[in-house]
């Protein structure tokens, strides 16, 4: 068996259920699989071939599931930059309660400490 046909056939029966096409990608039945390709050919839609030499093969399913994160995550980005930045005295009151809390907390614990020890 040639290595043409060998790499097909094995994503054939990788694949559960089979390859994912379009009328049934990005339902929940769909496959959703990634496979590693060390060497291989691809053969496209107008019968011309192209050799891929390494990278992942991703199902149609999952392909339309990172594209749409990807485009969750730009919105999610783009809207983050828009945001007002968050006021530097905002930061300094923060620092400032967490430093109080801990000398606070410390203090307690030291005074707890030394009358335990002077019993």
Same mark, same amino acid.
């Given at each position: ?11 054939? @029966?990788? *694949? ?27 053969? @496209? ?18 392909? @339309? ?14 809207? @983050? ?19 109080? *809390? ?18």
């Amino acid at each position: 068996m040639t290595r043409a046909f060998a790499l097909p056939l094995a994503l054939c @029966l990788a *694949l559960p259920g089979g390859v994912a096409r379009g009328q049934d990608a990005g339902t929940d039945d769909a496959p959703r699989v990634a496979l590693p390709v060390r060497e291989g050919t691809l053969v @496209l839609d107008d019968g011309s071939s192209a050799v891929v030499d390494g990278g992942v093969w991703l199902s149609e399913a999952l392909l @339309l599931d990172v594209a749409k994160e990807k485009a969750r995550l730009k919105a999610e980005n783009e809207a @983050l930059r828009q945001a007002p930045p968050v006021a530097p005295w905002g930061v300094v009151v923060a620092v400032a309660a967490a430093l109080t *809390l801990g000398l606070a907390t410390g203090a307690w614990v030291g005074v707890e400490a030394c009358q335990a020890w002077c019993r």
